[in-house]
């Protein structure tokens, strides 16, 4: 009796431990894609409705990033502030995170991963004390739900601006599409596309409207699911009506005359295996998230469905005119392995909802400042009608500055989640030559 009483009572211990772990699993969760659930952050001595200008920003250095913080203490840009809201991400995206994340671990070496099958592959909260804490969190990002399954910005418009004059030196109209192949959570099919013979994880395509001269100019990217496999990467070149493979090195030169290379492309467009990341905390922050539909938009572009654009404004006219959300980030540094990379390190503020990166300041090899990104976003409710109800944070605009040339690149975007033109078959080197033609 004794006995049986002993292994009923560890019965029910075991029982009871295992109820605990699958809670404190869902509440994991929880805290990732809900951080707002018990309120916002504290702005300390300001409140939405207020305007952080030259004349205040040193009560404001701990809510803003260092890029942000020496811009405003130039004069160049005021930041109006928003209250903050939640950014909701997909019902699937989540699920699959609750479903599939207690099986993932990092490999031996960074650009390994195991176990992943979709949704957020590290939910669990970051600690400094973790020497890999940044490698899960550039996963996080590369995994992240920040286009859907597919996505497309068409028209998207990008000028080049002298941010002492604000002269606008030269403007470009784009169309560019991403498709997710594998992982997929929020359009069939799911979870994979198949035949993928090649085994893509994602593919991006990229081509020119506008100017005349380069008109045709088309980029194709092959992200392989095994990160250690380096991009293939396609350039179409109009004049010439020829495609041509490029070298990996290529990712890091200025892309058609802009600000950007193609590896800055969504705040980083490379490998994890490329970077050395680092976590370096966590910290409330300043960021350019916001109502589309509640801003100030422009009447510059003429849609046929009335859609209207984020306009810019400041310096040279290189700054986003929205409102911005005090939202909590992860301070992330990615340095790259390369000896001989442009880049000295970047230093990344994500998003700790949305695991997205909308801002991030890049440092030449000397370590001092030299460029720095925003992506702005805005909710899928709020945009577009075709959006709604999808629960994707939208990209809805960026500014690229090189802050020691005093030049910037910004774009403006009509993003839609989902579209129809996004087949397979679009993102060949076949399709290059055919839709150049």
Known sequence: MKKHMTRLLMAAAFLGSTAIAQAADSTVVDNSFFPYKEGAPDLGAFKPGNVINQENVEQAKEILDEGMYYMIQQGWTEVPIAETTSFKLNDAYIQATRDHADKVSLGDQPGVLNGYVAGRPFPQEPEVSDERAGEKLAWNYRYSVHFGDSGMISPFYWKYRDMKSGKVERQ????FRALNWKHRTTREPIPDI???????FRTIYMGVHEPFDVKNTQLLIHRFEDDLKRDNAWLYLGFQRRVRRLASGQITDSFLGSDL?????????????????????ARNILLPFYDHNAMELTDEFKEADGYKYIDYHGQGGCFPKITWQLRKVYELEAIPVDPNHPVGKRVMYMDAQTATLPRIVI?????????TWFINETH??????????????????????DLQAMHCTTGQFRTELDPEINLPRTFTPQY?????R
Request: aromatic share 14%.
């Open 172 to 175: 470009m109209k784009f169309e």
């Open 194 to 200: 198949s035949p993928n013979p090649s085994e893509l």
């Open 261 to 281: 290379m193609i590896e800055d492309f969504e705040g980083y467009n490379g490998r994890i295996s490329d970077m050395k990341w680092t976590f370096k905390g």
């Open 363 to 371: 440092y030449d090899r000397a370590g001092k400042m030299w460029k």
């Open 380 to 401: 899928s409710d709020n945009h577009l009608p075709v959006n709604k109800g999808k629960d994707i944070s939208v990209y809805d605009g960026f500014s690229m500055m």
């Open 432 to 436: 290059l030559r055919a839709k150049g």
